[in-house]
Nanobody, 122 residues
C-alpha cells in the first residue's frame, strides 16, 4: 500500500498550490484521508481530513477558509487546494489513509506517504 504526494514547491506569500495524494494499489474511496504538515522543530499537525462515510471535512482554524480538501474518484486522488498561502504554511506535507469512516487522530492513520515540501517565501 503506497500513497504518493505531489504538487509542492516554492511560492510567494498569497499564492496558491494544489497538492495531490494518489494510490495505485487500492481505492482511496474506501479510506478516510488526512493531510498533515510538519515544519522544522515543530510537531506534525493535521490540516485537513475528508471522511470516507459522508465526505465530511475538517480544517483547523489555522487553515480554515484557505485550504480545501476534495476527492476525484475517477483519478483515485485526493487534493488539497491551498490558497492565500502564508510563510507559516511552510512545511513538509503528508497525506495519510485511515481504514475508518471518520476523521481521527494522527496515530489512527494506517498508511502514510513520503511527503512533499511546500515553501512559502518572499
Amino acid at each position: 500500500v503506497q500513497l504518493v504526494e505531489s504538487g509542492g514547491g516554492l511560492v510567494q506569500p498569497g499564492s496558491s498550490l494544489r497538492l495531490s495524494c494518489s494510490a495505485s494499489e487500492f481505492s482511496l474511496d474506501f479510506y478516510t484521508i488526512g493531510w498533515f504538515r510538519q515544519a522544522p522543530e515543530k510537531e506534525r499537525e493535521e490540516v485537513s481530513c475528508i471522511s470516507s462515510s459522508d465526505g465530511s471535512t475538517y480544517y483547523p482554524d489555522s487553515v480554515k477558509g484557505r485550504f480545501t480538501i476534495s476527492r476525484d474518484h475517477a483519478k483515485n486522488t485526493v487534493y488539497l487546494q491551498m490558497n492565500s498561502l502564508k510563510i507559516e504554511d511552510t512545511a513538509e506535507y503528508f497525506c495519510a489513509a485511515r481504514d475508518d469512516p471518520d476523521c481521527g487522530y494522527e496515530y489512527e492513520y494506517d498508511y502514510w506517504g513520503q511527503g512533499t515540501q511546500v515553501t512559502v517565501s518572499s
